[in-house]
């Protein structure tokens, strides 16, 4: 089994697991709201903390790895060839990120602050109901936005999860600490530009091997493009940035 087919079977299994709904407790974005509200620190609260201090050291590997919703966008991918558009339009999750960790805060300062630390709040209190219009939200969500805007558009448009991960990466950047991120050799490149063509994230990766430096903010470490140069100009390192 290749390392990319061991990926998206971590994936599709994390997908499925998602439909359990003690997976939806911990990537809640709403549960975490009423949490925050009555001063508890609930299994969503955990989850973005821990998100942020592995991204210090993997970058968003869990986008491309773990995530669920990237699962479901694999998924999409095989029917969706569709390059997605960067630049400006990423910007939009910083928005949403910015807006509702905005309400988080106040709402635990409103509360007084936190009180208790319950990482299964609220796995009595839903219904089943509840439990499907979150999991098929989700699905109405990044189904209809990958066919319309691209291959993994939700990962660049909407998510809000990605802003915890990116700040991390760019703090582990920043202090060249050992940490997973590509590294590249652009004398051996043959310019074949498969990278380009297997990047899920729709990344101008050929450009950044000319440039000899593969750093991208949207870069999910998934490792297309490690596997599909030829020449071995593209490898991952776990050592201190140059």
């Not at 009180?115 to 796995?123: K, M, N, S």
């Not at 582990?172 to 997973?180: F, I, T």
């Amino acid at each position: 089994m290749t390392r990319q087919q061991v990926r998206k079977s971590i994936l599709g299994v994390s997908f499925l697991l998602f439909q359990i709904r003690i997976f939806h407790l911990f990537f809640s974005p709403v549960l975490i709201v009423f949490a925050v509200s009555q001063g508890v620190i609930n299994g969503s609260f955990l989850i973005y903390v821990f998100l942020f201090l592995t991204s210090l050291y993997f970058g968003r590997a869990f986008c491309s790895w773990v995530c669920p919703g990237g699962g479901l966008q694999e998924l999409c991918s095989l029917a969706v060839h569709k390059r997605a558009k960067g630049g400006g339009y990423n910007r939009i999750k910083y928005v949403i990120w910015g807006l509702w960790v905005s309400a988080i805060v106040w709402l635990a300062i409103r509360a007084g602050g936190f009180h208790a630390i319950d990482p299964f709040f609220g796995l009595q209190q839903g219904t089943r109901a509840q439990k499907y219009i979150l999991f098929f939200g989700v699905i109405a969500l990044v189904v209809p936005t990958s066919f319309l805007f691209g291959r993994w558009a939700s990962c660049h448009y909407m998510c809000w999860m990605v802003p915890f991960m990116v700040i991390g990466t760019k703090i582990k950047d920043r202090v060249k600490w050992p940490s997973l991120h590509l590294k590249v050799d652009r004398d051996v490149c043959t310019n074949c530009e498969a990278c380009d063509q297997h990047c899920p994230m729709s990344l101008d990766v050929y450009g950044m091997v000319q440039k000899g430096s593969m750093r991208n903010s949207e870069c999910i470490l998934c490792g297309n493009c490690v596997d599909s140069c030829v020449s071995g100009a593209i490898r991952y390192s776990f050592a201190a940035p140059e």
